[in-house]
Nanobody
Framework: QVQLVESGGGLVQAGVSLRLSCAAS????????MAWFRQGLGSEREFVAA????????YYAYSVEGRFTISRDNAKNTMYLQMNSLKPEDTADYYC????????????????WGQGTQVTVSS
């Protein structure tokens, strides 16, 4: 089993930056591909970014590419999402997810999920 705990969400104004963290425990973190998903009110959960086990490969949704950066620190069992130039449409609950398989944009391939952290961007 893997336990994932997100932190770093909050209420911010458009244009500022925020960094989310996802702390993992319960399984060798370096063997897990990780990802961020988000879910806005009344919307389906959508892919944001993913990172391979070593951090050598990263993937982004078109809507966040160039503004968000996913990273990981395997020594700290933690993944991050640096979010710059935030927009009101980034408002959502952000979830981290983990899989022992390859990093992917499909939420169905992730076995473990955190409880989410809320990000609200005001205009």
């Amino acid at each position: 089993q893997v336990q994932l705990v997100e932190s770093g969400g909050g209420l911010v104004q458009a244009g500022v930056s925020l960094r989310l963290s996802c702390a993992a425990s319960g399984r060798t973190f370096s063997r897990l591909a990780m990802a961020w998903f988000r879910q806005g009110l009344g919307s389906e959960r959508e892919f944001v970014a993913a990172i391979s086990q070593t951090g050598g490969n990263t993937y982004y949704a078109y809507s966040v590419e160039g503004r968000f950066t996913i990273s990981r620190d395997n020594a700290k069992n933690t993944m991050y999402l640096q979010m710059n130039s935030l927009k009101p449409e980034d408002t959502a609950d952000y979830y981290c997810a983990a899989t022992p398989r390859l990093a992917t944009m499909s939420r169905y391939q992730y076995d473990y999920w955190g409880q989410g952290t809320q990000v609200t961007v005001s205009s």
